[in-house]
């Protein structure tokens, strides 16, 4: 009969050489590679702190693009994530959030965050919900911040030297600028009926009015070019969002009229070539094997391509994913398509009620047709798109 004294110290002898944290760091890391979702990488992450503290989110696998429900205050620390491709709600906690309006993401997982304080002075920072990190930025007087819209003009990626770029007020749209570190913004005249985008360090911004797009330095503060609407048969088409892609620069006409319950998209290339060296919106019947997502509350998109996972945020953030992370990946999703997130005035009847709802919708571009994603957010929820993958090239 074995001793008690003894079976206990051969169990504690066994326990000590098969610590989960003793694993080789290779084989940890493809083991990583492996994991499905970000739910299960995180309770990975939890098992024992070797595994955290060896871990990075760079290790995380390709995901595809997740929803985020955008918290409105101070009710809760936690973030809620619904994927598409799994159909699975993750629940993260994110004290880094709290009290905070988010606002959009950029690259690395960080988004915009704004927070008001007294005097009508509006706190900016960055923060990365996944390894909550905050990056304070300078603040922002404003008036009247009841009818303030902030929407981010995203940097390319997240380094120290991107600019940071805003627009703010629904009405009167001034568009701010500054780098993190810097000690104020700096402030552009008036964005009224303009949308605003920031693209390869430059600043495009589309005159809603006539179409037309001026394309300036804004380091210097110098205009380079204007391009003119797209060309169509039937009227001008405005661009309403620019997306870029493997070097490509697409804009996007979002259609909707009385007629058509459901919108329809048009897609233009921007060329350079054109004999003089000016550029022009060339249409395109089709996208290839990209998809592209858009949000037209608040103003993001981005591109998944066969190549790699491109993205900018339409209103100005370009970054590139690792080469591995490509649309093929995901085989399961409509490629030549537009993944589209908008919001809906509710109706009683014929009367318009206040409030909105948000639909998750899939434009087929080759067979004009558009398609309807259930989620199980309510739907007055403000939701947005959100990139989990942080493997930046």
Known sequence: MIHRSVMEENERELREQTKTGDLPPELFHHILKKIPDIGSFFRCRAVCKPWRFSTSLSDLGPQFPLLVKLNKGPASTDLEFYSIALDKVYTIPAPVCSGKR??????????????????????????????????????????????????????????????????????????????????????????????????????????????????????????????????????????????????????????????????????????FGNGEGHPSWVKVRSIGDRILFLDIHTGHGFCLSENNFGTNFVRGFISHIDNSFRSCDFAAFRRN???????????????????????????????????????????????????PTLNHI
Not at 226 to 248: M, T, W
């Open 102 to 271: 988010l606002v959009g993401q950029t690259a690395g997982g960080y988004m915009l965050a704004c927070q008001l304080q007294k005097n009508n002075v509006i706190n900016f920072s960055l923060v990365n919900p996944l390894i909550n990190r905050e990056v304070p930025l300078p603040d922002l007087r404003h008036q009247v911040y009841s009818v303030c819209q902030v929407s981010w003009i995203c940097p390319s990626s997240f380094k120290c030297d991107d600019y940071i770029i805003i627009t703010c007020n629904r009405w009167h749209k001034i568009l701010a600028f500054c780098k993190p570190g810097d000690e104020r913004w700096n402030i552009i005249g008036s964005m009224f009926n303009k949308r605003c985008f920031y693209l390869k360090g430059l600043l495009f911004m589309i005159e809603l009015r006539t179409g037309v797009t001026k394309v300036m330095d804004i380091a210097y503060h110098q205009e380079l070019y204007d391009i003119p609407p797209p060309k169509s048969e039937k009227s001008p088409r405005v661009i309403r969002f620019l997306v870029e892609s493997c070097g490509d620069i697409f804009g996007v006409c979002h259609n909707s009229c009385n007629k058509r319950a459901e919108p329809q998209y048009d897609v233009y290339r921007l060329e």
């Open 337 to 387: 398509s537009i993944y589209f997130i908008r919001f809906l005035g509710l109706k009683d009847g014929k009367v318009r009620k206040p409030g909105y709802v948000h639909a998750i919708n899939i434009y087929d571009i080759e067979n004009d047709q558009t398609f309807y994603i259930n989620s199980p957010f309510n739907r007055h929820n403000f939701v947005t798109w959100f990139l």
